[in-house]
């Protein structure tokens, strides 16, 4: 850790995800000595390229703004990069590399042969029109594309890029390069999506949880449940909860959260689709809309989030990285929560997945549970490359065997290294083999 944190100080978040697998795969170190004088380790902390570039465009009163994208290409081991892109002002190197780190192991969890990448912007689409979110989709993708292919580098969407921007970014793509291939995926269903997609990590994320309560025979059957976001990732994890017989009782965004003591219903999250994703609006309205509910905004003073203290079954954090800290996981315990199942990437600080694992409840770490979402991008190139399209049961029927692989190859790993029920070293572990394993055999590249 030390090496890490000398050579690129400032990265925070990076460090915090290098420390999380290095803390857990001390035993496979010791069962694999050549590992040390390979410097297995070193490589694949170390990305094998970062992309950083200018994306030049011009607003709508013809002032030129000028954004910084990224693409870090961290580990091509099990296959070609691949990993989404965000859209968000708080995107830097630092965030992209720990999302890039994140994505090699949990891409190495799915059984498809992918390696692992990320990128995005520091832009924030939020209050751009319709043409500004072209005109950078356009700009961005005009540096991007060099750099990417469908037996290269496949992006995907992630925080600030869903299907209009991937629509903007595709267009581009295929203009450039001229062809029609399958080098990106969260496409639209009329230009080589697959169904399901929008949905993979939510729904995924509920199967893992279901999968989890199920080692002691328990389901999701009247559970409560509290939800942070309201994007796809959460939203698709609400309407999965819903049909599994779950409650939901809160939703977040960036400016408040909701609390709906009586339970959103499917009314309620058509409600909140067509306020998130068709008028792009805050979830205050929500409050306006069902005057029974709780609407609290963000409180910056605040140093833990009131979303997590109510009592309540489950947690399902869908919105960013470390949005649960140490004070939040005292509260959900204290709660009474006995399962927290991660939609977001790295949602949950360490204090935090300290305080769970201490704890002995569910604890599924995102790289494990959110897979789901890259599972289906993997279905998504496999339908591309043979142009077939699978129906939506097809496409569900085998996400959930995916997550079901996903969930027991976590515990046997977790089991076989002296760590029963413990799924961030099951994830860790799984993953650090099966990446390391390849780099071995692929030689010193
Ligand atoms: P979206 O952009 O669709 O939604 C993100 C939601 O989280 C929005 O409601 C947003 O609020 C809220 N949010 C974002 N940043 C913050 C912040 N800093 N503080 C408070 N709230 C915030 O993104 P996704 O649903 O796609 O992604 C959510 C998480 O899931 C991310 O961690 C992402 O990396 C992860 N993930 C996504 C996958 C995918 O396929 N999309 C796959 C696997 C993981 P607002 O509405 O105000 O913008």
């Known amino acids: 850790m030390s090496w890490v944190k000398d050579r690129d100080p400032e990265q925070h978040e990076f460090h915090q995800a290098v420390q999380g697998v290095l803390d857990t795969i001390g035993p496979v170190l010791e069962r694999n000595p050549g590992y040390r004088r390979l410097a297995v380790v070193e490589r694949i902390i170390e990305p094998e390229r970062v992309i950083s570039f200018r994306v030049p465009w011009m607003d709508d009163d013809g002032q030129v703004q000028v954004n910084r994208g990224y693409r870090v290409q961290m580990n091509s081991a099990l296959g070609l990069y691949k990993g989404g892109l965000r859209f968000h002002p708080s995107v830097n190197l630092d965030i992209i590399k720990f999302l890039a780190f994140?994505?090699?192991?949990?891409?190495?969890?799915?059984?498809?042969?992918?390696?692992?990448?990320?990128?995005?912007?520091?832009?924030?689409?939020?209050?751009?029109?319709?043409?500004?979110?072209?005109r950078f989709c356009q700009a961005f993708m005009a540096e991007l594309y060099r750099h990417i292919g469908p037996d290269t580098d496949v992006p995907a969407g992630d925080i600030g890029v869903g299907?209009?921007?991937?629509?903007?970014?595709?267009?581009m793509y295929k203009k450039l390069g001229n062809e029609f291939t399958g080098a990106f995926t969260?496409?639209?269903?009329?230009?080589g999506g697959s169904l399901i997609r929008p949905e993979a990590a939510g729904y995924g994320m509920v199967y893992f949880a279901a999968e989890m309560l199920a080692t002691r025979g328990k389901t999701l059957e009247g559970r409560r449940c509290l939800i942070s976001g309201a994007g796809d990732v959460a939203l698709f994890a609400a309407e999965k909860v819903l049909e599994l017989g779950g409650r939901v009782l809160t939703l977040s965004d960036s400016t408040g959260f909701i609390y709906?003591?009586?339970?959103?219903?499917?009314?309620?999250?058509?409600?909140?689709r067509e306020l998130k994703n068709i008028r792009r609006g805050r979830l205050a309205e929500?409050?306006?809309?069902?005057?029974?509910?709780?609407?609290?905004?963000c409180d910056p003073r605040l140093d833990y989030n009131p979303l997590w203290s109510f009592p309540a079954d489950c947690a399902f954090p869908c919105a960013t990285e470390n949005e649960i800290n140490g004070k939040d996981a005292a509260r959900i315990l204290a709660g009474g929560v006995d399962l927290v199942c991660e939609g977001a990437n790295m949602p949950s600080t360490p204090e935090a997945v300290e305080l769970f694992l201490e704890h002995k409840i569910f604890y599924g770490p995102g790289k494990a549970a959110n897979a789901g979402g890259v599972a289906v991008s993997g279905l998504e190139m496999v339908q591309n490359s043979t142009h077939l399209a699978w129906s939506r049961e097809e496409v569900d029927a085998k996400l959930k065997v995916i997550m079901k692989f996903i969930h027991q190859s976590c515990l046997?790993?977790?089991?076989?290294?002296?760590?029963?029920?413990?799924?961030?070293?099951?994830?860790n572990i799984s993953g650090f083999i099966k990446v390391a394993r390849a780099m071995v055999e692929l030689g010193l590249i």
Do not use: H
């Not at 299907?163 to 267009?171: A, H, M, S, T, V």
């Not at 969260?186 to 230009?191: D, I, M, P, T």
């Not at 929500?286 to 905004?297: F, H, I, L, N, W």
């Open 102 to 134: 994140e994505q090699v192991f949990k891409n190495a969890l799915i059984p498809l042969s992918l390696g692992g990448g990320k990128g995005g912007a520091d832009f924030d689409p939020k209050g751009k029109s319709e043409g500004e979110i072209m």
């Open 163 to 171: 299907k209009r921007e991937i629509g903007y970014l595709f267009g």
């Open 186 to 191: 969260g496409k639209g269903l009329l230009w």
């Open 260 to 272: 709906d003591e009586q339970g959103l219903n499917l009314d309620k999250m058509a409600f909140v």
């Open 286 to 297: 929500y409050g306006e809309r069902y005057p029974d509910t709780v609407y609290v905004p």
């Open 412 to 427: 046997d790993t977790a089991c076989e290294y002296g760590m029963p029920e413990n799924y961030v070293a099951g994830a």
